[in-house]
């Protein structure tokens, strides 16, 4: 995991890869103590993320680093073993999906199930949709 942050008296500016940008943004204001105004979230591709790019620890600790430095661009990057010891355990998830297409090989119609421990579940509140007819679209 890695951020660069750049704390003022009056700015904080983050850049990182993430999959929430919202929620980094909500770190941003809440380690920097500054208002919406005064912070940015600048997203970069995120690379390898592993499940973690969601959570927002890693940008909170760069934003408190920035703060003891003012004026300093720091980067802030989690070895290997870190990301690995501030992990969240989740159970292991098996999807099902199944596609449907027309003569022109085109989806039309995608089902899909998942199960964490023994039973299946949509993915969603409807089992199945219908997919609008894509020019040239595959899967």
Known sequence: MNATALYTSDRCEVWTGTQNGEAAFAAVLQASDLPADKCDVHKVMLGGGFGRRPRTDYVTQAVLIAK??????????????EDMLHGTYHPVTQARMVGAFDAANNLTGLACASRANRSWRPCSRRASTTVGTPSRSRV
């Open 68 to 81: 003891q430095l003012p004026g300093t661009p720091i980067k802030m990057i989690w070895s290997r073993e």
